[in-house]
């Protein structure tokens, strides 16, 4: 199990950007694949970002290639979310996950762990 702590939310206008951070605790992080989501109110969830445990393979959901940058940092037991040309629409609660299956699966029910969530609002 990992128990897993999000930061670096916060108000900024659009195409500014900010940096997501997810600290990871449990020996066996670096073995997970690491997922992003978000949640918009009224919305489902949605896969944002993912990166297998290797840190070679990384996911995108489309509407944000180009944008951002999922990385991790194994020594850090940290994930990263760099943000970029951020649109009102990436407004939303993000949350980082982990997957002990390193599948880096876009399926929010294959993530066994969660974090509480930050909150990014992108103003127009």
């Known amino acids: 199990q990992v128990q897993l702590v999000e930061s670096g939310g916060g108000l900024v206008q659009a195409g500014g950007s900010l940096r997501l951070s997810c600290a990871a605790s449990?020996?066996?992080?670096?073995?997970?694949?690491m997922g992003w989501f978000r949640q918009a109110p009224g919305k489902e969830r949605e896969f944002v970002a993912a990166v297998r445990w290797s840190g070679d393979a990384t996911f995108y959901t489309e509407s944000v290639k180009g944008r951002f940058t999922i990385s991790r940092d194994d020594a850090k037991n940290r994930v990263y979310l760099q943000m970029n040309s951020l649109k009102p629409e990436d407004t939303a609660v993000y949350y980082c996950?982990?997957?002990?299956?390193?599948?880096?699966?876009?399926?929010?029910?294959?993530?066994?762990?969660w974090g509480q969530g930050t909150q990014v609002t992108v103003s127009s």
């Open positions: 996950a982990a997957d002990s299956l390193d599948m880096a699966s876009t399926r929010a029910y294959e993530y066994s762990d």
């Open positions: 449990g020996r066996t992080f670096h073995y997970y694949a």
